[in-house]
């Protein structure tokens, strides 16, 4: 008898194709003979649905990404009327008016301190320029000893070969440790354990014994977000620009994560209430939200002092770094857009619905398994207590189910979402996250692999 096979739905069909064809970002692809990705069809404000017409609450704003919603009328107008016009064009040599108006406009936002941007391809790429910048403008001033860099403890720069020196997330950098750069490590402020003096402390004796060769301080600004969602109180930036002014150290604020109104302000460095250009840092690495979710683009915004030590009509003492795409006229021009909903108040909108979020999670606290439940502005993150095996991949399969996509950083559940939060939205993601939480912790570990292994499996 002939065997006949049932037709593939257009979801399995996708899925199939993509663990066959797609190298996965951040995926072990082994895992996903068994976890397969989840194709999308379309989105639509804070949903992504999928071939069978199941919506998906975009929780984590697709790796952080999106302010506004998925195919947001504002943003897509934006692009498509500069297509009409200029898609791209080298900045090399040339230049065009969404890269000027958004290098003016963002300048502007530091009150002028950071006045000159240099434009890069992703986040990655944008720490990348920022060290280059940092150690040649050292250099070009007579002191090329200071090559050393110093990140935070569970800090996270990229993936790139000198992001990653200054990474220390140990799942993405130890395979390659032998290829990087050695950085000093220092001890972060973390809220939870309330060690903001110990860790500015810490800083201050490394500087004081080795800042004569110390080139930059990187740090992500409030929230460390592949650390867990690590808070920490403005008061350590006040403390850490102080100690690099005072050491001559300079200091590279890492906003691709927690920049564009995420922590409740513009640049989170503005909850440090600089009231001087030489309390703003001397570097602002931005990507991700910069345009709303729509286009790959990244910038180094810096001072005057830096782009001084390259100004010369020796070739060799410029900064020759630079990407195909360095500031993409359509990627200009969405970002632009970004900037006038900022421009027409989305930060006071920002407040309203962080809030919101607030009070529908605040029952969260008295949960058995959840700890420390915590938020800065759009960013809200508790721990699980004895998450078990496989956790994160656990929770995300389960929170689908409940019209959810989400994504843990091991045992910490975090949610970023579109700024697009109203009391509906806001009870909606509290009742998913509890009832992903309690059903992912009623099961166990065995079952739990034995469902994933049974239901999930790649046809």
């Known amino acids: ?66 302010l506004f919603g998925h195919t947001d009328a504002g943003l897509n107008a934006a692009i498509k009327s ?21 290098a003016e406009r963002l300048s502007a936002r530091t009150a002028g301190a950071l ?10 790429s944008a720490v990348e320029i920022a060290l280059k910048q940092s150690f040649h403008s050292w250099r070009n001033t007579g002191r090329a000893e200071k090559r050393e860099f110093v990140c935070l403890k569970n800090g996270y720069h990229g993936e790139t070969i000198g992001a990653l020196a200054v990474t220390d997330v140990k799942v993405f950098r130890d395979a390659y440790d032998p290829l990087l750069m050695r950085a000093h490590i220092v001890e972060s402020p ?26 930059a301080v990187i740090i992500e600004p409030l929230v460390q977000g592949a650390a867990g969602m690590v808070m920490y109180d403005a008061a350590y930036l006040r403390g850490l620009r102080a100690l690099c002014t005072e050491f001559e150290v300079h200091l ?43 286009m790959p683009l990244s910038l180094v915004l810096t001072t005057e002092a830096v782009y001084q030590a390259f100004w010369s009509e020796d070739v060799s003492r410029g900064f020759l770094h630079s990407h195909s ?13 970004v900037l006038d909903r900022f421009d027409a108040g989305q930060l006071q909108a920002n407040a309203e619905q962080a809030q919101l979020l607030n009070q529908a999670f605040a029952p969260l606290a008295s949960h058995p398994r959840a700890a420390h439940l915590r938020q800065q502005g759009m960013v809200l993150a508790f721990d699980v207590i004895e998450p078990g095996l496989r956790f994160a991949e656990r929770f995300h399969l389960a929170a689908r189910a409940h019209e959810l996509l989400i994504r843990p950083i091991g045992g910490t559940v975090y949610l970023m979402p579109p700024y697009l939060i109203d009391a509906e939205a806001a009870a909606f993601l509290a009742r998913a996250v509890r009832l992903t939480l309690d059903e992912v912790l009623s099961e166990s570990t065995e079952s739990s692999a034995q469902t994933l292994s049974k239901e999930v499996h790649v046809a």
């Not at 500069?82 to 958004?102: E, I, K, N, S, Y």
């Not at 922590?263 to 709303?292: N, R, V, Y």
């Open 115 to 124: 006045g000159h941007v240099f434009f890069g391809s992703d986040g990655a």
């Open 82 to 102: 500069q297509l009409d016009t200029l898609p791209h064009v080298m900045l090399a040599g040339c230049t065009h008016a969404p890269a000027v108006r958004l």
């Open 190 to 215: 973390d809220a939870r354990l309330g060690n903001e003096a110990d860790a500015l402390a810490a800083m201050r004796a490394l500087l004081s014994e080795r800042g004569a060769y110390i080139a």
């Open 252 to 294: 590279i604020v890492d906003e691709i994560a927690m920049g564009c109104g995420r922590t409740g302000m513009f640049f989170a460095w503005e909850h440090a209430q600089p009231q001087a250009p030489d309390q703003w840092p001397d570097f602002i690495t931005l990507s991700k939200g910069i345009t709303g979710g729509t």
């Open 1 to 66: 008898m002939t065997s006949i096979s049932t037709p593939l739905t257009p979801q399995q069909d996708w899925q199939r194709r993509s663990v066959a064809a797609v190298w996965h970002p951040c995926t072990q692809m082994a895992r996903a003979e068994v976890v397969p990705p989840l194709p999308i069809a379309r989105g639509a404000g804070p949903w992504l649905y999928d071939y069978e017409g199941r919506r998906y609450f975009d929780a984590n704003s697709s790796w952080w990404v999106n």
């Open 325 to 337: 795409y360095t500031g993409n006229a359509l990627a200009c021009a969405a970002a632009n857009a």
